[in-house]
Every structure is written in structure tokens, then in C-alpha cells.
């Protein structure tokens, strides 16, 4: 079964760091492009980080660069989001999404709150 299941999100202060998971089973990561995206209240889907397949060549978007990395572990097959100087601006639900071709699989999201 097909599966991807964020985690890590939660409550930080601006300025604070999180790093998110997004684990895959059914599938693996490598051979796949793996993105990040967040979505604001109000406001529509954003990509924020991507990672390529197998070469492993990142993107970000320019809101993040800087300031977040994302990073794949081929042995645990997950996907991470480090994050770090957040700010309230960063405050979403972000979701991972794994796609190749027609193929494409996404988590049900996981919180992510800045604020003091």
C-alpha cells in the first residue's frame, strides 16, 4: 500500500527550528521527485522544496532559500524538511508529495505554527 506520512511539525517561536519527515511506504523515494509544499489559511498550495530523483539536484523557493533544506535517506525511504530562522509568515500545513510520470502520492499534511 501506498503510503506517506508527515510528521514533526508543531508550536515554535520565531527564530526556532523544526525539521519535518515525510516516510514513504509502497514505493521508493529515490526513484522519485520528491517536493515539499505548504499551504497558508486563505491562501493557495505553494511549492517550497523539491529534490530530484536518484541525483538528488534541490530547489527552493525563493521565500525559503536560505533557510531551509531538504535532504532524502535512501535506507529509512523518507524525506526531510529542515527549517531553521522560522518565521510567523511560515506558519502552514505542509505536505509532501512524491511524483513520477502519471504517478503521484501525496501525505495528508502535517502542522506547522510560528509565533511567540
Known amino acids: 500500500q501506498v503510503q506517506l506520512v508527515e510528521s514533526g511539525g508543531g508550536l515554535v517561536q520565531p527564530g526556532g527550528s523544526l525539521r519535518l519527515s515525510c516516510a514513504a511506504s509502497g514505493f521508493i523515494v529515490n526513484n522519485y521527485l520528491m517536493t515539499w509544499y505548504r499551504q497558508a489559511p486563505g491562501k493557495e498550495r505553494e511549492l517550497v522544496a523539491l529534490i530530484s530523483s536518484a541525483g538528488g539536484i534541490t530547489n527552493y523557493s525563493d521565500s525559503v532559500k536560505g533557510r531551509f533544506t531538504i535532504s532524502r535517506d535512501n535506507a529509512k525511504n523518507t524525506v526531510y524538511l529542515q527549517m531553521n530562522s522560522l518565521q510567523p509568515e511560515d506558519t502552514a500545513v505542509y505536505f509532501c508529495?512524491?511524483?513520477?510520470?502519471?504517478?503521484?502520492?501525496w501525505g495528508q499534511g502535517t502542522q506547522v505554527t510560528v509565533s511567540s
Open positions: 508529495r512524491a511524483g513520477v510520470g502519471r504517478r503521484v502520492y
